[in-house]
């Protein structure tokens, strides 16, 4: 098939680019901009376009399909071209729901964990060799694409909350109609587009009523908004806790059938991520044993609690987190897991909902466990969002922290970073953004 992407430069888009592009089709896309990781990835594929901007004459009837990714406007150029000439059109939602019709279909969605808890479902199957397509959002360890297109007889989607496309503000998730859904639990996030905490939590209650009339609800019992949605319907559901588990030597041990195994992970968080893997895998007809064997090599997902500098007293994390349930889960682990050193956490601000002065103090007492903690805050990504910048003495009143130090110069944030003490202490970084062109993780 001739297959052409609008908006290929998303980290799904250029990742369903590729494994389209892999599976022998003629692959096409435009965007307006396109940053690596996905321009080196698409380059060397071969199917970067030769031109940023947006083209209508590379939409012709020569096509077979236009697929739409989530950033386009409604007015783009290509998108009206397509509807002009009636080119087969659809939402990568729509496409991944084509592909995996026939197939066993999960969908692991919530405000939080549900990449860390794709990426546990995705190990275990992979362990125990069964086959499986999948859509997640991050890249995972020996998985290759973020996107996986086959003939495997079960499909795992990551399941966004967020609108799949111009045309269609559903809930990404909403186009996958699952046999088997998790949800890891409700926080309000997204405000540009769901401005009240019911409007967001109906995206969910909606997901539930779709996913018991056909199959099977997974849900974390101890998030109450969550809990009260599930017990309003009728239908197969599991609610879930976390798995006993304890801190043992360097690592962490999770406790099943009265025996411990060592695992890689930590987190209280992470052992409710993994107790909802269990359940999905259970399902897909996976032993006992398969599952322990597999938890036990289990690797988290890249930017997710990743260590990037490691020495004899000192540890430096980089995580991904930036909704303030995330937030808080992260820093709490990073405690739970080092409680005997000096923990220094540092957060950027960069997101719609982070940036905007009526959610920010929804990250009230998120940093708290820390000993030391920093907001990196660049008034220029808000100007950038059109939004109102929010100074330093609202950012300390709203996180409800005295000492909370408020930065906005990627230079200081560098000085701050090079004189990290590396006796007894643990450094967390958290951001979904670029610390104002700092790339952090190259320095350590």
Same mark, same amino acid.
């Given at each position: ?26 692959? /096409?896309g435009s965007d307006d901009a396109i940053y690596d990781p996905a321009l080196s990835r698409l380059a060397e594929k071969g199917i970067l376009p030769t031109e940023f901007g947006w083209h209508p004459e590379r939409v012709t009837n020569e096509l077979d399909l236009v697929i739409l990714g989530m950033h386009a406007r409604i007015d783009n150029p290509e998108l009206l071209k397509a509807q002009e000439i009636g080119v087969k059109l659809m939402s990568f939602p729509e496409f991944m729901y084509d592909h995996a019709k026939d197939k066993k279909r999960v969908v692991i969605a919530g405000s939080h964990g549900k990449t860390t808890t794709t990426s546990m479902v995705l190990h275990l =199957? ?22 996986? =297109? ?165 540890? /430096? ?12 889960? /992260? ?23 982070? =940036? ?9 007492? /998120? ?78």
């Amino acid at each position: 098939m001739k297959i052409h992407l609008i908006a290929i430069g998303g980290a799904i888009m250029h990742n369903l680019a590729m494994e389209l592009h892999d599976n022998g089709h003629i692959v /096409t896309g435009s965007d307006d901009a396109i940053y690596d990781p996905a321009l080196s990835r698409l380059a060397e594929k071969g199917i970067l376009p030769t031109e940023f901007g947006w083209h209508p004459e590379r939409v012709t009837n020569e096509l077979d399909l236009v697929i739409l990714g989530m950033h386009a406007r409604i007015d783009n150029p290509e998108l009206l071209k397509a509807q002009e000439i009636g080119v087969k059109l659809m939402s990568f939602p729509e496409f991944m729901y084509d592909h995996a019709k026939d197939k066993k279909r999960v969908v692991i969605a919530g405000s939080h964990g549900k990449t860390t808890t794709t990426s546990m479902v995705l190990h275990l =199957l992979k362990s125990a060799g069964r086959e499986v397509d999948f859509l997640v959002g991050a890249q995972l360890e020996g998985f290759g694409n973020m996107v996986k =297109l086959s003939d495997a007889p079960i499909a795992v989607f990551e399941g966004d909350e967020y609108t799949a496309s111009p045309l269609d503000l559903r809930p990404k998730f909403m186009h996958y109609k699952p046999d088997i859904s998790v949800i890891t639990g409700i926080a309000w996030d997204h405000v540009n587009i769901f401005d009240t905490h019911e409007k967001y939590m109906y995206q969910f209650e909606l997901l539930i009523q779709d996913t018991l009339e056909r199959g099977k609800l997974i849900y974390y019992e101890h998030d109450q908004d969550l809990a009260h949605l599930a017990n309003h319907y009728q239908g197969i559901k599991q609610a879930y806790e976390a798995f006993d588990n304890k801190v043992s030597g360097s690592g962490s041990e999770l406790i099943f059938g009265g025996h411990s195994y060592p695992v890689q992970f930590f987190g209280q968080h992470n052992f409710e991520n993994v107790k909802a893997a269990y359940y999905v895998v259970k399902e897909l007809g996976l032993s006992d044993e398969e599952f322990i064997a597999g938890v036990q090599t289990m690797p988290g997902p890249a930017r997710r609690l990743e260590v990037i500098r490691s020495l004899e007293s000192h540890t /430096t994390y980089f995580d991904f987190a930036h909704a303030p349930s995330k937030v808080n889960a /992260t820093v709490k682990a990073v405690r739970e897991r080092h409680p005997e050193k000096k923990l220094i956490a540092i957060l950027e601000l960069h997101t719609f909902s982070s =940036l905007d002065k009526n959610f920010i103090p929804q990250y009230a007492h /998120t940093l708290d466990p820390a000993d030391e903690a920093y907001i990196f805050y660049n008034p220029e990504t808000a100007k950038s969002k059109r939004m109102e910048i929010a100074e330093p003495e609202f950012l300390i009143h709203a996180f409800e922290r005295d000492d909370i130090k408020v930065i906005q110069e990627k230079d200081e944030l560098e000085q701050l970073l090079l004189n990290v003490p590396t006796k007894d202490t643990v450094l967390l970084i958290m951001t979904s953004g670029n610390f104002g062109g700092l790339d952090v993780r190259k320095m350590f």
